[in-house]
């Protein structure tokens, strides 16, 4: 089976290009359920009820988040209520949501798809390796497929994930940072595995911000309202397929189109 993961959702220009292009995608390349970061896709920062149904209608079928999650507090409700749209699940447990969802995709297998976050410079949460574990524990062993997205900062500690679930997980693919990496490759027990899966949106950016407000910044030191950016949108993914059976990734590869 072939899961579709599309990297960090940036802005109303992260939205149109996943609108212009999904369908597409999905038919020819035949997957089987489709992914995506959403965590930036209200200008940049932060999701709303109303862009997270949006999203649903294009044909995403379960959007993974991280530390802007928490920026539009009408999200918190809705968190509650849509198992679809997942939170890091490292966070503590009396915040709304859920790090994690069991879905059935269109062949009929159900997937496991889990939300974690990294520590380093990030915020002090709970640890996402011992998360990690606790969760594939409480999985219902005749779910093999199962889908990480780790929202992280450092290239170290999502490797070092990627070798922690080796084996026990078919894909740990990194996001957050915005770039994405060429280290696509199939770990040594079966785990699919990416630093960073990249950001769709504006790319003639500073990862998705206008870059003249960025360039600013550095050469001032005097902080100024971050905006999206607009020009040369791209959108970011892998392609996964799975053994349906044992759980263990076939292949990987990274999956790129533009505007």
Not at 96 to 119: F, K
Not at 245 to 259: C, E, N, P, W, Y
Request: a negative charge.
């Amino acid at each position: 089976m072939n899961i579709l993961f599309i990297g960090d959702i940036f802005a109303s220009a992260g939205r149109s290009i996943v609108a212009d292009k999904l369908h597409r995608i999905l038919a020819t390349e035949y997957i089987d359920l489709a992914i995506a970061n959403a965590e930036n896709s209200a200008g940049g920062f932060g999701i709303t009820p109303l862009i997270a149904e949006e999203l649903f209608k294009m044909g995403l079928e379960v959007l993974t988040s991280g530390n802007h999650i928490w920026d539009k507090r009408e999200i918190y409700d809705y968190l509650d209520r849509e198992p679809r749209l997942i939170r890091p699940a490292n966070y503590v447990s009396d915040l709304p949501g859920r790090g994690y969802t069991v879905v059935r995709a269109r062949n009929g297998v159900q997937v496991a798809v889990i939300n974690l976050q990294g520590r380093s410079h990030m915020s002090p949460i709970d640890c996402p390796f011992r998360a990690g574990d606790r969760i594939l524990g409480e999985l219902d062993p005749a779910i093999k497929v199962r889908f990480v997205d780790f929202h992280a900062e450092l290239t170290s500690e999502k490797m070092a994930m990627g070798w922690h679930l080796n084996g026990r997980v078919s894909a740990v693919i990194g996001t957050h940072t915005h770039i994405p990496t060429a280290d696509t490759r199939i770990l040594s027990g079966g785990t699919a595995y990416q630093t960073d899966a990249g950001m769709t949106g504006p790319y003639n950016s500073v990862i998705g911000v206008d870059k003249d407000i960025i360039l600013k910044r550095f050469l001032t030191a005097v902080g100024s309202r971050m905006e999206a950016a607009r020009g040369g949108v791209e959108l970011h993914s892998v392609i996964v397929d799975v053994d349906e059976v044992t759980g263990k990734a076939h292949s990987i590869k990274r999956f790129t189109t533009a505007d």
